[in-house]
């Protein structure tokens, strides 16, 4: 997958929060799976939520990295 989360696990640990935490404000424990081996996305409304939560901009949690052609 050409996205790639590993920025927003570091941004969670940077802004002193824990999966759990986003967990009980509503973001999915399978979303946070997904993104953590590479296996779906985002929506525009969990973006939404996830930049409330930790304060930060869409681009701070993820990052284009390009690969083979599909």
């Known amino acids: 997958m050409p996205i790639r989360y590993d ?27 997904k993104l953590k081996h590479g296996t779906g996305g985002l929506d525009a409304r969990t973006i939404e939520k996830l930049c409330r939560l930790l304060d930060c901009q869409p681009g701070d949690l993820m990052a284009y990295q390009p690969g083979e052609p599909e």
Do not use: C, D, V
Request: glycine letters at 8%; charged letters at 20%.
């Open 7 to 33: 920025a927003l696990f570091m941004l969670i640990k940077q802004r002193g929060r824990t999966e759990y935490w986003l967990r009980q404000n509503g973001i999915s424990p399978s979303i946070l799976n």
